[in-house]
């Protein structure tokens, strides 16, 4: 062998070499991120699991010395937490759905269609986002007032079922990655717009549709002030605020709240589960075109 040879294959073992380094601290900074991460959970669950009054107890034992698995029992017979889940599903079920479908409609034709000034409508729907909540919260509580909406769960359904900026962004941008040839051929075979967008346009944005749907469920499912806010009566009480009864003005039930708070996160974790291909795909190729 010569020296040439021989010298690049020294090259490429320690090429492979610094390649398999550089991946085991990728490997390394990974695991310790996600157990930090996780630090919290397990936190929540251990708290969960013990008994009332020894949840602060120095110092902090993360495996407790009896498993009080009646906290759960308690949360789930006597603290209408079922209910509540019962209740958060209506109220997201149609902004879900049918917000959904109202944002791609919207995000396809800003993405595929032209119309006079349609940059400036969509600036001026993307300068929406940079409004905080907080500026809208008294105004939209007087309108809802007027109209006869406090304590139901209109305020949390009907705006919703008319789309949200962030979605229509999102999937504006994964809409605009679309070749244009499928259109054209879709129209040289006589389908309308809304044909192309039904059996086209969806169809191949699943990833990006079911990453938004997924971000709207959590943002509903989460939502914690807009229950606060609009529902007084407790049989209306959506998930968040039966977990938030167990707060007092002098003493909160840690035990009950952790073991619902495990409960309530169970839907969400399988729901990222089964979508988490869409939704890594969703979120990788949205921002492909500008």
């Known amino acids: 062998m010569s020296n040439a040879a021989i010298a690049r294959s020294a090259r490429q073992r320690r090429k492979r070499a610094g390649e398999q380094v550089r991946q085991a601290f990728a ?17 929540m669950l ?7 009054g020894r949840e602060f107890e120095m110092p902090p034992k993360w495996i407790p010395e009896v498993f009080e698995w009646q906290n759960y029992v308690f949360v789930l017979t006597e603290a209408d937490i079922l209910k509540g889940f019962l209740n958060t599903l209506l109220v997201i ?3 879900c759905l049918i917000g959904l479908f109202t944002s791609a409609l919207a995000a396809n034709a800003f993405a595929r269609m032209d119309f006079p000034a349609k940059n400036v409508l969509f600036t001026l729907l993307l300068a929406t986002m940079m409004i905080p909540g907080v500026v809208t919260m008294i105004p939209t509580f007087i309108l809802f007032k007027h109209i006869g909406w406090i304590d139901s769960w209109l305020p949390l359904m ?9 979605a229509v962004f999102l999937l504006r941008q994964f809409f605009m990655t679309i070749p244009k040839e499928l ?45 606060l806010i609009y529902i007084n009566t407790p049989e209306k ?7 938030a009864s167990f707060q007092g003005f002098y003493t909160s039930q840690w035990t009950y709240i952790m073991a619902g708070s495990v409960l309530a996160l169970i839907p969400s974790l399988l729901l990222f589960f089964f979508a988490q291909r869409y939704f890594v ?10």
């Open 27 to 43: 490997y390394l900074f990974l695991t310790a991120g996600s157990l930090v991460m996780a630090i919290p959970f397990l936190w």
């Open 46 to 52: 251990s708290t969960s699991l013990k008994e009332q």
């Open 93 to 95: 079920s149609l902004p």
């Open 158 to 166: 009907v705006p919703g079922m008319f789309g949200a900026a962030a």
């Open 183 to 227: 259109e054209e051929a879709a129209k040289v075979d006589g389908m309308n717009p809304l044909h192309i967008f039904l059996r086209i346009m969806l169809p191949l944005s699943k990833p990006a549709v079911i990453t938004q749907g997924l971000l709207g469920f959590l943002a509903g499912y989460n939502d914690f002030l807009g229950p």
């Open 237 to 243: 009480f959506t998930l968040q605020l039966v977990l």
């Open 281 to 290: 795909e969703g979120i990788t190729l949205t921002g492909m075109k500008g």
